[in-house]
């Protein structure tokens, strides 16, 4: 275990990509394009430059591949996948004991915005498009727009809401200060979808503050 003093923001486990979702990743991509359904995690921890250190821990001992990095001025965050649910866990694994961190030590997630707009006007729906990486919004559709800290939490929330319910994914943005997840679909496909990501949002804190009692540890706000 290291000496230094080690902060974790993000710390999640997608079991399988689900297919726009890793679609949208690649698109966006410069290092190894997660496949469909591949399983995932997503690390963001501080020192920010520290990520590269996990990094190179976890390529030289695990068979994951690295899909995404960013290092902003206070965290670095890592995205890794691998067919092999195993293959990704051993990866969180190796952090972890690395760092002194647990599921316990990570940010507690919290909803700033949640919105649902209902038959979206023309106009609207094209400004949507506009800011779009993903799908195109059309008029009718009805929105989902969710916000949350840390960002790479709705990473999960895009994924568990795309299995809960048929709807398209337009934008989401899971990194930075707050993160944003734009879906859009028919009505009820949409309530379905927000149902299904806010409670994996809310399941997350349940885990952590369920991770400290267990080790007697302290959760961090």
């Not at 023309?122 to 800011?131: R, V």
Request: contains cysteine; charged residues 25%.
């Amino acid at each position: 275990m290291s000496d230094k003093v080690f902060e974790l923001r993000t710390y999640t486990f997608i079991d399988s990509l689900q297919p726009q979702l890793a679609q949208y990743i690649a698109k966006d991509n410069r290092v190894y394009d997660p496949a469909e359904f591949d399983a995932a995690v997503f690390l963001e921890l501080a020192p920010a430059m520290e990520i590269h250190k996990m990094i190179d821990l976890v390529l030289k001992r695990t068979k994951v591949r690295l899909g995404s990095l960013v290092t902003e001025r206070h965290f670095g965050m890592m995205q890794i996948h691998h067919a092999d649910q195993g293959e990704v866990l051993e990866a969180g694994r190796i952090v972890f004991d690395q760092t002194g961190l647990s599921v316990a030590n990570r940010a507690e997630v919290k909803i700033l915005a949640s919105h649902i707009i209902r038959g979206v006007e023309q106009d609207h729906a094209i400004s949507f498009t506009a800011l779009a990486k993903g799908n195109m919004v059309l008029a009718g559709d009805s929105i989902l727009i969710l916000e949350a800290t840390p960002a790479a939490y709705l990473a999960i929330a895009c994924n568990e809401a795309l299995k809960a319910a048929r709807v398209k994914l337009n934008t989401v943005i899971p990194w930075g200060a707050t993160g944003r997840l734009i879906m859009s679909g028919p009505e009820s496909e949409i309530d379905s979808a927000s149902d299904a990501a806010q409670a994996i949002l809310n399941k997350l804190n349940e885990e952590r503050l369920a991770a400290g009692a267990k080790t007697g540890g302290t959760t961090w706000k």
